[in-house]
């Protein structure tokens, strides 16, 4: 027997067989995300799992400098393999959302409620456990028992809760959801009066604790929650999203864009060589014939190519963004320029080095095919180090880019439409 919030919100006891409870293995499920999910996994391999009792149902906590999950044997137990799962994704977004630390407001129970409105809408349906809240869906009537054993007030709140619930659109911030609740004077009214204790207990997940930390400790899970994110969608942004949708994929990597700037990534891209020239100088003696002819002196300095997207969604203000980043680096490095949409206008393909002007203009409006700009610069990799691609990402995965490193450059707003290959940068530009 375990508790479980049931579809209506009041949690009750449900059977589960000892044998059932006896063989759950949280790790079989942390390995499966591992291959299906890599943002929730990179998020829940770095979070202590604690098994305890003493949770109802489970929660995410952080305390102590720590970030804990903890959870109840017999509720996992009970729950489908796609709703531990979904659970399991369900407590990672309220850290990636920072619910548990800096986003806090009252009445707080308004705010778990929200919390879980906004994090129900992101995964998927199938997922989720019976007694959360989901916009658009309102709660299972309460039974002639269930109103026995809550007050009136709390009857007339959960019915005025439901039917507002079963308005809600999807894909909201927690604030708009909690500003929803709050307009709404029943469930207002009693938050208000039966903050904590005596509350209707909705919702899949355990919050007590969140409102329990000091102020240093929030300064510090900040950070750290920060870090935290920052690797789970580098990490996504290589090996992919899983469930996540693009639309949420995005709104993660503006989040982190104060944190990451897609600046610094692409530096660090175009130093990653260095090509050996040589300039002759008079300052240096020539070896052979000192005094005679002038000496030389090597020059380090890497040849990027890159080619530009030019199809109909790639914005004048983002490639004026670009071009003046490239600007600011051809004091270091040398830049191959090229257009493409399905071809690459090899033609009026250019050298850009220091100093020399940059037409902006368009010159290409057509389709656009990466295979063709890969083709073109491994036939071409005797002139360069490696090449950009600056791009939107609305196309086609083209093959492996051999013995030649590759970089996407994608547009604010927008993401790859693939998985990028395991070597590639992908720099995500932000507004």
């Known amino acids: 027997m375990t508790n479980q919030t049931t579809s209506n919100g009041i949690r009750k006891k449900i059977k589960v067989s000892q044998q059932?409870?006896?063989?759950f293995d949280l790790q079989k499920y942390l390995v499966s995300l591992l291959w299906d999910e890599p943002f929730y996994s990179r998020i829940l391999r770095s979070l202590n799992k604690?098994?305890?009792?003493?949770?109802?149902?489970?929660?995410?906590?952080?305390?102590?400098?720590?970030?804990?999950?903890?959870?109840?044997?017999?509720?996992?137990?009970?729950?489908?393999?796609?709703?531990?799962?979904?659970?399991?994704?369900?407590?990672?977004?309220?850290?990636?959302?920072?619910?548990t630390t800096e986003r806090r407001k009252e009445p707080f129970l308004l705010w778990n409620?929200?919390?879980?409105?906004?994090?129900?809408?992101?995964?998927?349906?199938?997922?989720?456990?019976?007694?959360?809240?989901?916009?658009?869906?309102?709660?299972?009537?309460?039974?002639?028992?269930?109103?026995?054993?809550?007050?009136?007030?709390?009857?007339?709140?959960?019915?005025?809760?439901?039917?507002l619930i079963e308005k809600l659109p999807k894909n909201k911030t927690s604030e708009f959801y909690f500003d929803k609740l709050m307009s709404d004077p029943n469930i207002k009214s009693y938050a208000?009066?039966?903050?904590?204790?005596?509350?209707?207990?909705?919702?899949?997940?355990?919050?007590?604790?969140?409102d329990d930390m000091s102020s240093e400790e929030r300064e510090m899970m900040k950070e750290k929650l920060g870090q935290l994110l920052k690797d789970a969608v580098q990490e996504s942004n290589s090996n992919g999203w899983g469930s996540i949708s693009v639309e949420t994929a995005i709104k993660l990597n503006k989040m982190i864009s104060n944190e990451i700037k897609w600046e610094d990534?692409?530096?660090?891209?175009?130093?990653?060589?260095?090509?050996?020239?040589?300039?002759?100088?008079?300052?240096?003696?020539?070896?052979?014939?000192?005094?005679?002819?002038?000496?030389?002196?090597?020059?380090?300095?890497?040849?990027?190519?890159?080619?530009?997207?030019?199809?109909g969604s790639m914005r004048a203000s983002d490639l004026e963004k670009f071009y003046g980043e490239l600007n600011s680096l051809s004091a270091r490095t040398d830049f191959y320029m090229y257009k493409f949409d399905s071809n690459v206008d090899d033609k009026n393909g250019f050298l850009w080095k220091k100093g020399k002007r940059l037409n902006i203009s368009r010159s290409k409006s057509g389709g656009t095919c990466f295979e063709v700009v890969t083709k073109h610069a491994i036939k071409n990799k005797k002139d360069f180090d490696g090449y950009i691609v600056f791009t939107d990402g609305c196309a086609a995965k083209p093959s492996i880019s051999h013995g030649l490193k590759r970089c996407w450059l994608v547009l604010p707003d927008y993401t790859l439409a693939f998985k990028k290959d395991k070597k590639d940068i992908l720099i995500q530009m932000k507004n």
């Open 20 to 23: 059932k409870i006896d063989n």
């Open 50 to 99: 604690v098994e305890s009792d003493q949770v109802p149902t489970a929660g995410v906590l952080c305390k102590d400098g720590d970030l804990t999950m903890w959870w109840n044997r017999e509720f996992l137990a009970s729950l489908t393999p796609c709703e531990v799962k979904g659970l399991l994704k369900h407590e990672c977004l309220h850290l990636v959302f920072k619910h």
């Open 113 to 163: 409620y929200s919390a879980d409105l906004a994090i129900n809408s992101i995964i998927p349906r199938n997922e989720l456990p019976d007694g959360g809240l989901i916009p658009g869906e309102k709660l299972e009537k309460l039974s002639v028992e269930d109103k026995k054993e809550m007050s009136s007030e709390a009857v007339k709140c959960y019915e005025s809760l439901s039917l």
């Open 192 to 210: 208000e009066k039966c903050e904590g204790e005596g509350s209707i207990s909705i919702g899949f997940d355990d919050h007590d604790g969140w």
């Open 265 to 311: 990534i692409l530096r660090r891209f175009c130093g990653f060589t260095r090509r050996d020239d040589r300039l002759s100088t008079n300052k240096r003696l020539n070896r052979k014939y000192p005094g005679i002819h002038p000496g030389a002196k090597k020059i380090y300095k890497p040849r990027v190519a890159v080619y530009v997207d030019e199809s």
